[in-house]
């Protein structure tokens, strides 16, 4: 069965009850800082990839330090650039993002600067059902 593909535009929604993400693709409209990061790491199962807004990258990389922290707890991570797609809205996410960057799990799953993020769903979802 292929993953499900769900759209957040917070990651923050990761907090309603009952919640299930184990296996699936997620966009978030939200940064990929390390708050953003911390919602993944406390809830209670793993995404096949997470896909966030780069937010404009910002001071010391701030906007996407939390690609090695779900690196370092096993969860593939790509960001999208801010100037492809709205923050904190997903589907302009889905349908216009570009990877910037991506965590080296996401990098073996073949993700790289410079896809677009409906690609990279439409592969993997494809990829996974056959």
């Known amino acids: 069965m292929p993953p499900t593909l769900q759209l957040l535009d917070s990651i923050a929604y990761l907090e309603r009850a009952g919640a299930t993400i184990a296996g699936d693709l997620l966009v978030s409209g939200s940064h990929a800082g390390l708050s953003a990061a911390q919602f993944v790491i406390d809830h209670p199962e793993r ?38 797609a709205r923050i ?15 965590n080296p799990l996401a990098a073996a799953m073949g993700i790289e600067a410079g896809d677009r993020v409906e690609a990279i769903v439409a592969r993997l979802g494809a990829r996974l059902a056959g």
């Open 47 to 84: 995404p096949l990839l997470v896909l966030f807004n780069d937010a404009g990258i910002g001071k010391d990389d701030a906007g996407v330090a939390g690609l090695a922290t779900l690196q370092h707890h096993g969860v593939a991570t790509a960001a999208y650039s801010h100037r492809s």
């Open 88 to 102: 904190g809205e997903a589907s302009d996410g889905l349908a216009h993002g570009i990877i910037t960057r991506a």
